[in-house]
């Protein structure tokens, strides 16, 4: 199926340091699909970093908005869930999603999937 984007939409009583021990291989899903070379890969961990800080501060992370890359990582700010966004529909927007949702159901944090829920995506599939 070809989308947007995809959505892990967490419960209510989800605080965002569950994710601190799990955070890094979820990134490492997300950034594996940017192809980066080595200097851009050290910018990447730089941002890793500052994400886990957020997290350890039970905060949201800022996410993954590489501009070149394929797929961005989101946490939209009045939700406890996170986005995998990509600019044009995609097949691969749902795989990535189950990629990182599987991550995050082996650690038992619980979430529903849903897709295409970002405005621009409803807008543009008007």
Same mark, same amino acid.
């Given at each position: 199926m070809k989308n947007y984007s995809g959505h892990i939409i967490f419960e209510d009583n989800f605080q965002w340091r569950d994710l601190e021990k799990y955070f890094p291989d979820i990134w490492e /899903? +997300? #950034?594996? #699909?940017? &192809? *980066?070379n080595a200097e851009e890969k050290q910018y990447d961990d730089i941002l890793l970093e500052l994400n886990m800080e957020e997290i350890r501060k039970n905060k949201k992370p800022f996410g993954y908005r590489r501009e070149n890359t394929r797929f961005k990582m989101i946490f939209p700010q %009045? @939700? @406890?869930e996170l986005t995998i966004y990509r600019n044009i529909i995609s097949e691969e927007i749902e %795989? *990535?999603? #189950? @990629? +990182?949702?599987h #991550? /995050?159901?082996? &650690? @038992? /944090?619980k979430y529903t999937i849903e897709y295409d829920q970002l405005l621009s995506s409803k807008l543009k599939k008007k």
């Open positions: /899903i +997300v #950034e594996s #699909e940017s &192809k *980066l %009045d @939700k @406890k %795989d *990535l999603t #189950e @990629k +990182v949702a #991550e /995050i159901r082996n &650690k @038992k /944090i």
